[in-house]
């Protein structure tokens, strides 16, 4: 009797799964900030969503789910051809659900101070980005222009955002109050700076240069102890034209205390220079995003 093989399409299962809850909590997320904040305070937003909003407050019979898919479409044709698939087919399903938590989500958030409901609304709407952009996928919108800048030409996603939304910022201080508008910026700055802490938080890398006699020292404890590779640099010092070894290594932002622990027990006197990275591309070190 021939045994029976095991269906093995469970982690596509559980894949598929996992990214389609993200896009759902983090469009029910940017749904209760738009419908619980936005709209009551007649904030706008950046992006397609920004633009949905004044179409919507200029022309109210139309609701804001149904513009945001339409004025979708041509980011969609640019995502066919500039990103992957897998991503290009999250991203329908992500713009589907983005736009059917504005339609239902229906809350009451009682803020009514203009600034709070700015901060809390870059709080929320930040985190549900942020939340969707860790899937697959994304709800559509600047998301795409954001992750094809982003690949392209290592442009950050809250910079490319906060930037494309000065155009819906303008358009809102000519067309609304100025007193709105700048609400409006205070909400997009908390909310840029939210994306980027959810989609980088902790996995953001640092390079980190080491200049010190004790070089082999430290480089056996980052190897040992971190367990990150060490390139040895050869150099020479401009005053003294001494020879000197430096140390280039990559670590995360969890690793950095633990390697300044093994330079100060090592040469308390080391020159240290730590740089932030875009990104990283290598095995185990990389943080590339997956799309």
Known sequence: MKGVSKWGGWPVLKDVGWNLGLLAFGSLLCGAAING????????????????????????????????????MPLFIAGWFFISRRFFIYSIIGMFLFAGAVAVVDVDIPVRDKLLAALLAGIILGTGSGIILKSMGSAGG????????????????????????????????????????????????????????VVTGLSQRKAVFIISPWWQEISRGILEEIHRGVTIIRGQGGYSQQEQKILYTVVNFRELATLKQIVRRNDPAAFVVVTETTEVMGHRIGNQPHW
């Open 37 to 72: 904040i936005l709209i009551p305070h007649h904030f706008v937003s950046g992006g397609v969503t920004g633009l949905a909003l004044v179409i919507h407050y200029l022309l109210p019979l139309f609701p804001v789910s149904l513009i945001y898919l339409v004025a979708n």
């Open 142 to 197: 600047t998301d795409i222009l954001s992750v094809i800048l982003l690949q392209r030409f290592s442009v950050r996603l809250g910079t490319t955002v906060l930037a494309f939304n000065i155009l819906v910022l303008a358009t809102a201080a000519t067309l609304f109050s100025l007193e709105d508008a700048l609400y409006t910026l205070i909400y997009l700055y908390v909310s840029t700076k939210i994306v980027d802490l």
